[in-house]
């Protein structure tokens, strides 16, 4: 059995990392720490883990933590992260970063968007962590920087399309919805549920921190620095990520050529789904799962190719991606621990 520990488990990231590694049959969950919850029992935080987790809540203390297991699960906040992780590393331990802190390859763009970036000489072997994109690196690497919810959605419904070349790399709108639990288990008065509830709100338009890293992966994809236009939207329920990517096609295309485009570009990975020509991606149909749906139409009247994606935020957005990752880092089968059937209804 592999050593497994979660650092800040106590939000909903951390919720969904304990729900997913408690019963993975490759690993030890050892230690789950929390500032707030120091020395109380996690099912106190998480009544839902009653009888499933019995292990109590530790005070985040990288030097006593870096022994206490093989690899670590990093759910804190920006900033805080990349303070802790270069002594997990240097105490032979490998990291699965939650945090944005290391997804950037370009320590400017880092720093613009969040903050001064003070572990920088880990950047360049940082991988970021979508497995469909970046499977061999991260079999091989010992820092993976998990990707965001929103990057996660929309990187994968247009991946596809940036690297055969048939959409141009301008002109990209990602028209985005979330759960309300994408904004974290932390009271905010913008979150409430009067505020949430029979309410539908854009926000952080032109300015969320989720734009450069789609900037980012989607530019390698097309061999060549792009700029999409992003929009995020606050919808009253609990979980899950609805992506509406609108492009423009680089000349005339017939559905059964995009069709295999998607097929061979997603060949062998077990997590996506592409739905059949009757059927929209939903995100019912994925919450709790690690799957993404996917689909598209082609809208011949305008020439624009239409791209619909569906995710759970805190699962293949969060925490299920992570433990993704964790499969390939340690030579698991890349499914293990993910068999999770969608919760539905």
């Not at 962590?129 to 929103?150: F, H, T």
């Not at 029979?198 to 390698?220: C, D, S, V, W």
């Not at 059964?256 to 997603?266: C, D, K, N, T, W």
Request: negative net charge; contains cysteine; glycine residues 10%.
């Amino acid at each position: 059995m592999v050593r497994v520990a979660i650092i800040g488990g106590s939000g909903y990231t951390g919720l969904e990392l304990i729900r997913l590694l408690v019963r993975h049959p490759g690993v030890d969950l050892t230690a789950v720490t929390s500032r707030e919850y120091n020395g109380k029992p996690v099912s106190l935080a998480f009544p839902a883990l009653a009888g499933v987790c019995h292990l109590t809540f530790s005070w985040p203390d990288p030097d006593r933590l870096a022994g206490a297991a093989d690899l670590f699960f990093v759910a804190l906040p920006h900033k805080t992260a990349m303070a802790v992780i270069p002594s997990l590393l240097e105490a032979g331990g490998k990291v699965v970063d939650l945090s944005a802190d290391f997804r950037f390859r370009d320590r400017k763009v880092y720093e613009e968007w969040y903050q001064e970036h003070t572990a920088p000489e880990l950047l360049a072997e940082a991988v970021y962590g979508l497995p469909e994109l970046y499977r061999e690196e991260i079999k091989r690497a010992r820092l993976v920087g998990n990707p965001g919810c929103y990057p996660t959605s929309v990187i994968l419904g247009l991946a596809p399309l940036l690297h055969a070349g048939l959409i141009e790399s301008q002109g990209i709108i990602a028209d985005c919805k979330s759960g309300a639990s994408g904004a974290g288990r932390g009271v905010s008065l913008s979150t409430l549920y009067c505020e949430v509830n029979e309410g539908f709100r854009a926000y952080k338009i032109a300015e969320h921190r989720h734009t450069p890293e789609m900037e980012q992966e989607l530019g390698r994809l097309a061999g060549l620095p792009l700029k999409i236009t992003f929009t995020p939207h606050l919808v009253p329920m609990n979980r899950g990520i609805l992506a509406t990517l609108y492009t423009v096609l680089q000349g005339p295309l017939e559905e059964q050529e995009i069709a295999a485009v998607f097929e061979q570009f997603y060949r062998g990975a077990p997590f996506i789904r592409l739905c059949p020509p009757e059927i929209l991606p939903n995100t019912a149909a994925v919450r709790g799962s690690n799957y993404c749906d996917l689909a598209w139409r082609l809208d011949q009247r305008t020439g624009r190719l239409i791209v619909v994606s569906a995710i759970d935020n805190l699962t293949r957005g969060a925490s299920g991606q992570a433990v993704h990752n964790m499969n390939l880092m340690l030579g698991f089968p890349e499914t293990q621990g993910l068999e999770v059937v969608p919760f539905l209804p």
